[in-house]
């Protein structure tokens, strides 16, 4: 409808969709401009244009396994029976927004047997999970959880990985780290 002379007008865009193939990126800006034909040239630019800036939210996901001692990471392993194993999952945030109460799950073959207290690695300090997590700026912290539910932020069993993340803050990386033996 018509716009009354000096009463704001508000217009919600709802379900906007970034297209296919748009580049990665922090942040997101749509400008709208209102004219009026019959409006003198000197008020056609006066106050009539207004922007919005929306955060973008784009987690990335990748699962990354080697053999223990010494192997190299990769998206798959040939293995045996009793062999070691040590699962990584690299989770980012490439949005511009920061992601609360992010929590990583992941489901796991029932051909392997969680281990609970990693001792072979210091970086697991005798737990079952470690995890670094590296800022888009500052330095990277790490720290440990073990496999019980309900004492800390992660959880590890025979078929499943959960861990609250907390916030993924905006171009922060966590990488998540569990180790299990082959049946």
Same mark, same amino acid.
Do not use: M
């Given at each position: 409808?018509?716009?009354? %002379?000096g009463t704001?007008?508000?217009?919600?865009?709802?379900?906007?969709? %970034?297209?296919p193939?748009?580049a990665?990126?922090?942040?997101?800006? #749509?400008?709208?401009? %209102?004219?009026?034909? #019959?409006?003198?040239?000197? *008020? #056609?630019n006066?106050?009539?244009?207004?922007?919005?800036?929306t955060?973008?939210?784009l987690?990335? %996901?990748?699962?990354?396994?080697?053999?223990?001692?010494g192997?190299?990471?990769?998206?798959?392993?040939?293995?045996?029976?009793? *062999?070691?194993?040590?699962?990584?999952?690299?989770?980012?945030?490439?949005?511009?927004?920061?992601l609360?109460n992010y929590v990583?799950? *992941?489901?796991?073959?029932?051909?392997?047997?969680?281990?609970?207290?990693?001792?072979t690695?210091?970086?697991?300090?005798?737990?079952?999970?470690?995890?670094t997590?590296?800022p888009a700026s500052g330095?990277?912290t790490?720290?440990?959880?073990?496999?019980?539910?309900? *004492?800390? /932020?992660?959880?590890?069993?025979?078929?499943?990985?959960s861990?609250?993340?907390g916030?993924?803050? /905006?171009?922060e990386?966590?990488?998540?780290c569990?180790?299990?033996?082959?049946?």
């Open positions: 409808g018509p716009i009354v %002379v704001p007008q508000t217009i919600t865009l709802r379900n906007v969709r %970034v297209g193939g748009t990665a990126g922090a942040t997101f800006t #749509n400008t709208a401009t %209102v004219s009026n034909p #019959n409006e003198a040239a000197a *008020d #056609n006066a106050g009539n244009t207004g922007t919005a800036t955060r973008l939210i987690t990335q %996901v990748s699962k990354q396994v080697r053999t223990l001692p192997g190299t990471f990769g998206t798959s392993a040939s293995v045996r029976p009793g *062999d070691l194993l040590e699962y990584c999952i690299d989770t980012r945030n490439l949005g511009g927004a920061d609360a990583l799950s *992941d489901t796991l073959n029932s051909n392997g047997r969680s281990l609970t207290s990693v001792t690695d210091p970086a697991y300090g005798g737990k079952a999970i470690k995890w997590r590296t330095t990277a790490s720290s440990n959880a073990t496999a019980a539910a309900g *004492d800390d /932020a992660g959880t590890l069993t025979d078929t499943s990985l861990v609250n993340l916030t993924l803050a /905006a171009g990386t966590v990488r998540t569990f180790q299990v033996q082959v049946r």
